[in-house]
């Protein structure tokens, strides 16, 4: 009779964590490269491409940071939500809020205010939407112990068909000619490009600062370890006082706040008018999750795997056209790293033990 049991290793290096991580990934390109030679592709090649598309020149480049300021945003927002073990499945409909907030502050006060005006209130704004967004599931865990795996990911959906009927009805352009989008936003509430990129700076200096400062509030203030306390332990934290509803009010609205800010990026950076939720996001809500995981929760790792994953992105669209794969090549290679990841970590966390007994039950 074989038993398998488990307990928790306490034995945690940073090498062993390290390690973990590199073997994870490792372990998902074997499986992503047999499910290449399945569909009759070379691995070897498929991957150089992916990277060589992403990292081997500058257009690529240029093209990964682009893709990776949503990540990074995103990410550094879930690596607070998920710290106190709150499930936050819906950034995707939180970026889209955060644009569809900031499109409304653009038309209505873009003709009105000067760039230097204008362009903090439509980040404010999408900043708001985000956390109102955000704070919806939060509230409904509270008070009603809805799980927030379920709240969080059917409220993309409702935010995405919400979004549809806007663009189709009465935010609908006239400059549009028939098509579904708004119109296009004043000049004044455009984002300044790096030159010879499509690399909005100003939501990527915002990035970069949030992953720090985030950073710093996590491991360094009064919040942070009431956050950690949450997840670690909710028990001792109730024992401690903590306050979960306003701590977890603010965590949500900080998580979904910074999908807003990538939903304005999209918006005022990228594609100037609000139209489709599909073109708006790229699916940046759910990649973000496997951000945050691969950066083990901590906030200025994001950047690092943001790159990575934007990376990934960038290379899936170059096999689409040198290899003619299918779109969902992307899909199935993120989904099979974030596996492995959850993998990793479990066996990082937990120790198995497999015990054969010679005895016999009747």
């Not at 030159?195 to 950073?215: D, K």
């Not at 708006?280 to 929760?297: D, M, N």
Request: proline share 4%; with cysteine; hydrophobic share 50%.
């Amino acid at each position: 009779m074989i038993k398998i049991k488990t307990t928790n290793r306490y034995d945690i290096t940073p090498f062993r964590s390290f390690m973990t991580i590199v073997l994870s990934l490792f372990a998902a390109l074997m499986v992503i490269s047999i499910i290449f030679l399945i569909v009759g592709v070379n691995p070897i090649y498929a991957i150089t491409e992916i990277f060589s598309g992403s990292f081997g020149s500058v257009y690529g480049f240029k093209e990964t940071v682009t893709k990776a300021i949503p990540l990074i945003l995103i990410g550094t927002g879930l690596t607070l939500a998920f710290r106190a073990k709150f499930w936050n499945i819906g950034a995707e409909g939180q970026l889209l809020m955060g644009a569809i907030f900031a499109t409304w502050a653009g038309l209505h006060f873009g003709q009105k205010l000067p760039p230097v005006l204008i362009v903090p209130l439509i980040f404010l704004a999408g900043f708001i939407g985000g956390a109102f967004w955000g704070i919806i599931p939060a509230i409904l865990k509270i008070k009603y112990s809805i799980n927030e795996v379920i709240s969080t990911l059917m409220l993309n959906y409702i935010c995405a068909e919400f979004l549809t009927m806007l663009i189709v009805g009465p935010w609908k352009g006239k400059a549009r000619f028939g098509f579904p989008g708004t119109n296009n936003l004043p000049d004044s509430a455009i984002l300044g490009l790096i030159p010879g990129s499509r690399i909005h700076y100003a939501t990527l200096t915002l990035a970069l600062i949030f992953a720090v400062v985030l950073c710093v509030i996590i491991y360094k203030t009064r919040f942070g370890y009431e956050t950690r306390v949450v997840g670690e332990n909710p028990d001792a934290g109730k024992y401690a006082g903590i306050n979960f509803l306003k701590t977890t009010l603010i965590l949500m609205a900080v998580s979904g706040g910074l999908a807003g800010v990538a939903g304005v990026g999209e918006v005022a950076g990228i594609h100037h008018y609000l139209g489709y939720p599909a073109s708006i996001s790229s699916g940046y809500g759910f990649t973000a999750i496997i951000v945050a995981w691969l950066a083990k929760l901590n906030p200025v790792y994001t950047i690092i795997s943001g790159l990575f994953f934007a990376g990934i992105l960038v290379g899936g669209d170059a096999i689409q056209i040198s290899l003619g794969l299918p779109a969902a090549t992307v899909d199935i290679v993120n989904g099979t790293l974030l596996i492995f990841l959850i993998m990793g970590d479990y066996f990082l966390n937990h120790k198995i033990f497999i015990q054969f007994s010679n005895k016999s039950r009747i």
